[in-house]
């Protein structure tokens, strides 16, 4: 087998198989790489250009992975190539060789009813249309209205965005400007298509806040923030996998780049936004105004109704890859009764085949429903694992159930295509090989939940939908006519929103618990934040992650307890770990397979589970088990309060998770704190996430605080340094609530 993608699986990552530059300037050297497996001969490279047809011979230093020259190309054209190896020949790729222009001042400005339209070239034009929003759409099209010299829109909160012959916008609040565009840089394939849009802007913010899920810091200002959705396992650092287009600025507006084609939001320097287009339509911004709280239920409105889960999805999960048996579970359920551990949600992921991901495993389960009835029985609602491929066996036998799947899914297109029109293969990584099944084919998606509706009859409440970033090929497509440089990221969602509506659909009020997403995802709660190790830097990247997924729309957020992968974590991380996810929307705790890549080498027989009680055993330390269990019984007696706050968030859309610049825009100390959020409207959390801290600077803004612990009251606004012993978190009652937020 040959492999090559000439896109890069992870941003700014080589992949050892791609094609740098992906879409090269004229006068750019471009190299070619692939990956040669289980082939005889080493592949020659086939080459179709404007100069005509060649061979390339590739060079190889481990006879494994071969890089071709393909040189510099003098005009721009649409080059081809494909790899052969004998008798193997793979499909043609192809790429654009682009010229770029840089575009600072019109060329015309027209006014056309309510909207200026700047024209930047003769077939490309800006745009600006006011109302309750601005809206800044750059079309490839020509240009209507009445010629003028300068114009300006007014917009709600005294903003006002002005476009003139000397400059392309200019956005000002009360004559103070806050944002300009400086430039657009056109890059355009040889028919003239523009296929990547950079616009350079000044802004004159201090505070940068959303962009999804964010591992490395709250604030975003001199950061790079790439939109694209990332499969990256553990030390996320600049990836994610929950990215979004939009952020809040405490200058009194909000950004939203309305895009399905991943985008870069580069504050590292001059702001400047890049995305590839594929269409006429090239980009579009939308911009609300107002506080942060109302920027983002703006936002929130605008892609997508909240959905709330059950009040049983309050209390406390419970999950580790290694319970794989009735005697796994049994022994949990025994466990939870003899500690008096209040838990309501069980997640099992190794309980399939292995291979369907529908079917239970045909040794490990003696009566699969029985089991299900006993969990339930316990007080526990019960969610199943769940990955979005037809899988791939190359090490193992292929079940009949598989191979039928396989041959279906290739036979009647329910899954997504490559060019070529066959089905497409996830290129590398996890699941390797494996096809996605195209949740956009409504004849797939009726095929493939058929075989799951077993589940839900046998009283399965939940689904844990992990995975849906493979989507690589960017020529790949889908049923409704998408590509893969669009669909890549809204894959997720629609992964996601289809088992949610079959759930609905069959009468169950359950919950998909996702990793991966995009914008949207408050419409498939919840989302948690993925695989970390059991590291002091990682719980820290969580709590970053849980209050920048908050602003950006995730309103129900969770993570790993502890850490999910790697060596079991040490008594003093899982308390403060414990102690955080007990005031976090969801509480939940999760350990990767037993024997896994990061487990310790301590092998398949070595217990990691996440428990209190396995830690208690295993670290030796008795107050693992009484303090865990302790914060369990706190997280119940919060149950009604999270219950009702939950109702008011999903209503109201507002993050359960909050940053305090929510509640407190004119506060300029709120908007710099990045590691403390109120958990609903009333309660203010702030974390320990450093190894050896027993205290920590809490800063409550403008009311009257109560410690939620020792009943003390305090005044704020005020900053102080608290004492914390790991039985305690600093966490504080407000006790005069805001107005205008009652129920």
Same mark, same amino acid.
């Given at each position: 087998?040959?492999?090559?993608?000439?896109?890069?699986?992870?941003?700014?990552?080589?992949?050892?198989?791609?094609?740098?530059?992906?879409?090269?300037?004229?006068?750019?050297?471009?190299?070619?790489?692939?990956?040669?497996?289980?082939?005889?001969?080493?592949?020659?490279?086939?080459?179709?250009?404007?100069?005509?047809?060649?061979?390339?011979?590739?060079?190889?230093?481990?006879?494994?992975?071969?890089?071709?020259?393909?040189?510099?190309?003098?005009?721009?054209?649409?080059?081809?190539?494909?790899?052969?190896?004998?008798?193997?020949?793979?499909?043609?790729?192809?790429?654009?060789?682009?010229?770029?222009?840089?575009?600072?001042?019109?060329?015309?400005?027209?006014?056309?009813?309510?909207?200026?339209?700047?024209?930047?070239?003769?077939?490309?034009?800006?745009?600006?249309?006011?109302?309750?929003?601005?809206?800044?759409?750059?079309?490839?099209?020509?240009?209507?209205?009445?010629?003028?010299?300068?114009?300006?829109?007014?917009?709600?909160?005294?903003?006002?965005?002005?476009?003139?012959?000397?400059?392309?916008?200019?956005?000002?609040?009360?004559?103070?400007?806050?944002?300009?565009?400086?430039?657009?840089?056109?890059?355009?394939?040889?028919?003239?298509?523009?296929?990547?849009?950079?616009?350079?802007?000044?802004?004159?913010?201090?505070?940068?806040?959303?962009?999804?899920?964010?591992?490395?810091?709250?604030?975003?200002?001199?950061?790079?923030?790439?939109?694209?959705?990332?499969?990256?396992?553990?030390?996320?650092?600049?990836?994610?996998?929950?990215?979004?287009?939009?952020?809040?600025?405490?200058?009194?507006?909000?950004?939203?780049?309305?895009?399905?084609?991943?985008?870069?939001?580069?504050?590292?320097?001059?702001?400047?936004?890049?995305?590839?287009?594929?269409?006429?339509?090239?980009?579009?911004?939308?911009?609300?105004?107002?506080?942060?709280?109302?920027?983002?239920?703006?936002?929130?409105?605008?892609?997508?109704?909240?959905?709330?889960?059950?009040?049983?999805?309050?209390?406390?999960?419970?999950?580790?890859?290694?319970?794989?048996?009735?005697?796994?579970?049994?022994?949990?359920?025994?466990?939870?009764?003899?500690?008096?551990?209040?838990?309501?949600?069980?997640?099992?992921?190794?309980?399939?085949?292995?291979?369907?991901?529908?079917?239970?495993?045909?040794?490990?389960?003696?009566?699969?429903?029985?089991?299900?009835?006993?969990?339930?029985?316990?007080?526990?609602?019960?969610?199943?694992?769940?990955?979005?491929?037809?899988?791939?066996?190359?090490?193992?036998?292929?079940?009949?159930?598989?191979?039928?799947?396989?041959?279906?899914?290739?036979?009647?297109?329910?899954?997504?295509?490559?060019?070529?029109?066959?089905?497409?293969?996830?290129?590398?990584?996890?699941?390797?090989?494996?096809?996605?099944?195209?949740?956009?084919?409504?004849?797939?998606?009726?095929?493939?939940?058929?075989?799951?509706?077993?589940?839900?009859?046998?009283?399965?409440?939940?689904?844990?939908?992990?995975?849906?970033?493979?989507?690589?090929?960017?020529?790949?497509?889908?049923?409704?006519?998408?590509?893969?440089?669009?669909?890549?990221?809204?894959?997720?969602?629609?992964?996601?929103?289809?088992?949610?509506?079959?759930?609905?659909?069959?009468?169950?009020?359950?919950?998909?618990?996702?990793?991966?997403?995009?914008?949207?995802?408050?419409?498939?709660?919840?989302?948690?934040?993925?695989?970390?190790?059991?590291?002091?830097?990682?719980?820290?990247?969580?709590?970053?992650?849980?209050?920048?997924?908050?602003?950006?729309?995730?309103?129900?957020?969770?993570?790993?307890?502890?850490?999910?992968?790697?060596?079991?974590?040490?008594? &003093?991380? #899982?308390?403060?770990?414990?102690? =955080?996810?007990?005031? /976090? %929307?969801? @509480?939940?705790?999760? !350990?990767?397979? +037993?024997?896994?890549?990061?487990?310790?080498?301590?092998?398949?027989?070595?217990?990691?589970?996440?428990?209190?009680?396995?830690?208690?055993?295993?670290?030796?330390?008795?107050?693992?088990?009484?303090?865990?269990?302790?914060?369990?019984?706190?997280?119940?007696?919060?149950?009604?309060?999270?219950?009702?706050?939950?109702?008011?968030?999903?209503?109201?859309?507002?993050?359960?998770?909050?940053?305090?610049?929510?509640?407190?825009?004119?506060?300029?100390?709120?908007?710099?704190?990045?590691?403390?959020?109120?958990?609903?409207?009333?309660?203010?959390?702030?974390?320990?996430?450093?190894?050896?801290?027993?205290?920590?600077?809490?800063?409550?803004?403008?009311?009257?605080?109560?410690?939620?612990?020792?009943? &003390?009251? #305090?005044?704020?606004?005020?900053? =102080?340094?608290?004492? /914390? %012993?790991? @039985?305690?978190?600093? !966490?504080?009652? +407000?006790?005069?609530?805001?107005?205008?937020?009652?129920?």
């Amino acid at each position: 087998m040959i492999r090559h993608l000439g896109e890069q699986l992870v941003p700014f990552q080589a992949s050892g198989f791609e094609r740098l530059p992906e879409t090269p300037l004229i006068g750019q050297s471009v190299t070619v790489r692939c990956r040669a497996e289980g082939v005889e001969t080493a592949p020659v490279l086939a080459l179709c250009a404007a100069d005509g047809e060649r061979s390339v011979a590739g060079n190889s230093a481990d006879g494994r992975t071969y890089t071709f020259a393909l040189g510099v190309f003098a005009c721009a054209q649409t080059v081809r190539y494909r790899f052969t190896a004998g008798q193997e020949r793979t499909p043609w790729f192809s790429f654009e060789v682009v010229t770029e222009e840089t575009v600072d001042r019109p060329l015309g400005l027209y006014r056309d009813g309510d909207c200026l339209r700047v024209a930047l070239c003769p077939d490309v034009t800006l745009t600006l249309r006011g109302g309750d929003s601005l809206t800044m759409e750059l079309r490839q099209n020509g240009v209507s209205g009445t010629a003028c010299e300068s114009g300006e829109i007014a917009l709600p909160e005294s903003f006002v965005i002005c476009a003139s012959m000397d400059s392309i916008w200019e956005l000002k609040r009360l004559s103070d400007p806050v944002a300009s565009c400086k430039s657009y840089h056109l890059r355009r394939a040889a028919d003239g298509r523009v296929v990547r849009v950079e616009m350079e802007l000044s802004l004159a913010c201090g505070h940068i806040l959303g962009t999804g899920e964010r591992f490395d810091a709250v604030e975003r200002a001199g950061r790079t923030n790439n939109c694209r959705v990332v499969e990256k396992f553990t030390h996320q650092g600049e990836h994610t996998y929950l990215p979004v287009p939009f952020f809040v600025t405490e200058k009194g507006f909000g950004w939203y780049r309305q895009s399905d084609i991943p985008v870069e939001l580069d504050f590292s320097g001059p702001t400047v936004f890049r995305q590839e287009t594929e269409d006429a339509a090239l980009t579009r911004d939308v911009l609300w105004f107002g506080t942060p709280e109302r920027v983002l239920r703006d936002f929130i409105a605008h892609t997508g109704r909240p959905a709330l889960p059950p009040e049983w999805a309050f209390g406390v999960w419970i999950s580790a890859n290694g319970w794989n048996s009735d005697a796994e579970v049994d022994a949990q359920l025994a466990a939870l009764k003899h500690y008096n551990y209040p838990a309501s949600v069980m997640v099992l992921e190794q309980w399939s085949d292995e291979q369907t991901f529908y079917h239970w495993h045909p040794t490990h389960w003696r009566d699969p429903a029985a089991m299900v009835r006993r969990v339930r029985d316990a007080g526990l609602h019960l969610v199943l694992w769940q990955i979005p491929v037809i899988k791939c066996e190359k090490n193992g036998e292929l079940g009949e159930a598989l191979q039928s799947d396989i041959r279906e899914a290739t036979e009647k297109g329910y899954a997504v295509s490559s060019a070529d029109g066959s089905p497409y293969h996830i290129t590398e990584n996890w699941f390797v090989d494996s096809m996605l099944l195209d949740f956009t084919n409504p004849d797939a998606v009726r095929w493939w939940f058929e075989k799951r509706k077993p589940l839900l009859e046998m009283g399965v409440e939940g689904f844990k939908t992990d995975g849906g970033e493979f989507l690589y090929e960017k020529a790949a497509h889908l049923h409704n006519g998408a590509t893969g440089l669009t669909a890549h990221n809204l894959y997720p969602m629609q992964y996601e929103t289809a088992y949610r509506d079959f759930m609905k659909e069959n009468g169950v009020n359950g919950v998909t618990f996702s990793r991966a997403g995009y914008v949207g995802a408050q419409t498939c709660p919840i989302h948690w934040a993925g695989d970390q190790t059991s590291e002091w830097s990682e719980l820290q990247s969580q709590l970053y992650a849980g209050i920048s997924a908050g602003l950006s729309g995730v309103l129900f957020w969770s993570f790993d307890i502890g850490g999910f992968a790697g060596p079991i974590p040490d008594a &003093e991380l #899982y308390l403060r770990a414990t102690a =955080m996810g007990c005031f /976090c %929307p969801v @509480m939940q705790w999760h !350990a990767e397979p +037993r024997g896994g890549q990061f487990a310790g080498g301590l092998g398949e027989a070595y217990v990691n589970d996440r428990s209190p009680w396995n830690l208690a055993e295993k670290l030796h330390d008795d107050r693992v088990l009484t303090v865990a269990c302790d914060f369990a019984n706190i997280r119940e007696a919060l149950r009604p309060y999270l219950w009702r706050e939950a109702q008011y968030c999903a209503e109201h859309a507002r993050p359960m998770m909050a940053h305090l610049c929510l509640d407190y825009p004119d506060d300029p100390h709120a908007f710099a704190v990045q590691d403390e959020y109120l958990l609903g409207r009333e309660l203010l959390v702030a974390p320990l996430t450093q190894k050896g801290e027993d205290t920590r600077a809490v800063y409550l803004p403008a009311g009257t605080w109560t410690d939620y612990f020792t009943g &003390e009251t #305090y005044t704020g606004p005020c900053e =102080m340094r608290v004492s /914390c %012993p790991l @039985m305690r978190i600093p !966490a504080y009652w +407000r006790r005069d609530r805001l107005a205008g937020n009652e129920d």
